[in-house]
């Protein structure tokens, strides 16, 4: 702060910051988009049958994995308020950040173990502390944002962060990919180890690189006296943050405009590969490539949709990235043979598309969220609220794409449900008064 004018840090400290993206962007990537989903479903299936039993029920392989989303996200928007509180009245943001980060990166690695049916448990259950983790870490890295850059930098450092991360774990997955179909230069090793050992590199990749974060990164909050009402504060915070929102018009409507297209577009991301492999029977190779495909044209379109924030201002930036995501999922809905290519062509066309979109509304969200905050101090409160909103919508959009699975048996019913949520947050997005579309100069 500066006679009264909020400065961004140095190059060093949002470079550092930026790294988080790209250390946990790996299990992003490897561990719930791409390797992961294939492993599990080779593995649960191995016997011929798509479904499994597991603590006593018989699930479908595909709803199973979304549903252990679902719970790790319920468990992690039910925690969020406490550890926020517990981060603003302390002053350790990156304390609680660190333990998130480590419980991450330990269950990433636990899945080197994961190697049978009979370890079923463990594979769930390390899938969803890593989620867990990985959630968890993210409330308190993006509560630094607003600290460390000033309100017209703020799209700008924010899709440097998406960009590192998308470059980050494209380098390690590539690195994962050529053990798996190149297993010649690697000893000969079976595409299972190499799946495992992946798992492991993600947990050694995420909690290595974070520490340049943790070590430079500053913690701006002030320490406040501990009292026993502390562990109630967070829930207390939310409420005043709820509370505040009645005033806060601008903001109240972009977050219910965020809850539901976000909730497509975190669907989405969870669920492609899934689709891709059990309702397009596409082969790994293939599933692998358009993961990459998404994450490098990913990175373009952080600074793309930053840049056209600076011309036409966040609001209608977002909403020409929710018009794109609704045509990619009426598109992935219809019998690719009607467009004239087969599943595989028109599946990695539709990738590029999402790749595009994918990390400019990401980007965008966070900084625009961070740009309509009120003059505060608790900035990790109204980052729970956010987080809060988005993994709730994540729970909601998961357990519909699970759940209409074993309804219907077709994962091309739910696709529905994703474009009802898109035009939702669509129209409420483009309800916001023009004041909010705030303007900012180019990010480049």
Known sequence: MENGVKKTA????????AMYDWANSSYSLVITSAIFPIYFHKIVTAGGSETVQFMGRAFNSASLLTYALSAAFLVIATLSPLLSSLADYSGRK?????????LGSVACSSLFFFDSTDKLAL???GFMLAAIG????????NAFLPEIAAPEDQDRVSARGFALGYIGSSLLMIFSLTMILFPQWYGGVDAGFASRLAFLLVGIWWFGFAQLTFAIVPEHTVKRPFTRKILLNGYRELQKVWNELRELKRLKLFLLAFF????GTQTVMYVATIFGENELKLPTEVLIMVVLIIQFVAIAGAYLFSNLSGIYGNVKALSIAIFVWVFICIAAYFDDRRFGVNEQTMFIIIAAFVGMVMGGIQSLSRSTYSKLLPETRDHASYFSFYDVCDK??????TFMYGYVI?????MRNSIIGLILFFIIGLILLLRLPKKTAVSLQPAL
């Open 10 to 17: 140095g190059k060093k400290i949002i470079n550092a910051w």
């Open 94 to 102: 990156k304390a609680f950040m660190f333990f998130f980060c480590t």
């Open 123 to 125: 594979g769930i259950f």
């Open 134 to 141: 990985f959630s968890g870490s993210i409330v308190f890295y």
């Open 260 to 263: 539901f297209y976000n909730m």
């Open 392 to 397: 709730v919508g994540t729970v909601t959009g």
């Open 406 to 410: 074993e309804a219907t048996g077709s």
